[in-house]
């Protein structure tokens, strides 16, 4: 296994503009988390799925942004109506969550440039 | 809610030195603890982990981190610094496997 990956890894666009992330986890991972990381700041948490199922959203997720995670597999986090204050990198990771496992992989992020 | 504080924003060292960088968190439930390290364009890799038992916890890399229950402390240590070790340097709590909240981080100089 080639472990947690995302696409595109860099991403620039005009505000205004909607945008897709995509993120394709470990393969037996069943709990998928999206973070966003600002420079100078530690990851925020977004989001996360349990298979295909959103079980949290963090308030700083505003209703231009919604995420999917069909059939439990990979996931995309779409942007909608771009804003400069949305550049930032966006991390995922995977974990699998069984007995005493909580370890979460991450993957290498997309960095998103609002113009 | 959780939080994690960690009290240094950079760290300067010269090689073969040793290291700590603090972190200090607040929870009003008991809480996993972490430590991740990011390289430059580079996701976050796992250095370590407390889950529970031994509050002395070894991981990779030659770091190591204890866990302090009074101080709501989990340092990350590290006897001899190499060049290598130059990145960036996150705490992180969790309730019992689910979100994590991070500190700021702490960049980690290594100076020859």
């Known amino acids: 296994d080639t472990g947690v990956s995302q696409d595109p890894r860099h991403k620039i666009t005009k505000r205004g503009q909607n945008v897709t992330f995509r993120c394709d986890p470990i393969s037996e991972h069943n709990r998928l988390y999206w973070y966003r990381q600002t420079l100078g700041q530690g990851p925020e948490f977004l989001t996360y799925?349990?298979?295909?199922?959103?079980?949290?959203k963090s308030r700083l997720l505003s209703d231009r942004f919604s995420a999917e995670r069909p059939k439990g597999s990979f996931s995309t986090l779409e942007i909608q109506r771009t804003e400069q204050g949305d550049s930032a990198m966006y991390l995922c990771?995977?974990?699998?969550?069984?007995?005493?496992?909580?370890?979460?992989?991450f993957g290498p992020g997309t960095r998103l440039t609002v113009t | 809610a959780q939080s994690v504080t960690q009290l240094d924003s950079q760290v300067p060292v010269f090689e073969e030195a040793p290291v700590e960088l603090r972190c200090n968190y607040s929870s009003s439930v008991s809480v996993y603890l972490f430590w991740y390290v990011q390289y430059p364009n580079q996701g976050l890799q796992l250095l370590l982990k407390?889950?529970?038992?031994?509050?002395l916890v070894k991981g990779i890399n030659g770091f190591e981190a204890e866990f302090n229950k009074s101080q709501t402390s989990f340092h990350l240590r590290k006897p001899s610094v190499h060049i290598s070790d130059t990145a960036e340097y996150f705490c992180?709590?969790?309730?019992?496997?689910?979100?994590?909240?991070f500190g700021a981080g702490t960049i980690l100089r290594v100076k020859s």
């Open positions: 407390y889950l529970s038992g031994s509050t």
């Open positions: 990771a995977s974990s699998l969550v069984q007995g005493s496992s909580y370890e979460q992989y």
């Open positions: 799925f349990q298979n295909e199922a959103q079980l949290e």
């Open positions: 992180a709590v969790s309730e019992k496997g689910n979100k994590l909240v």
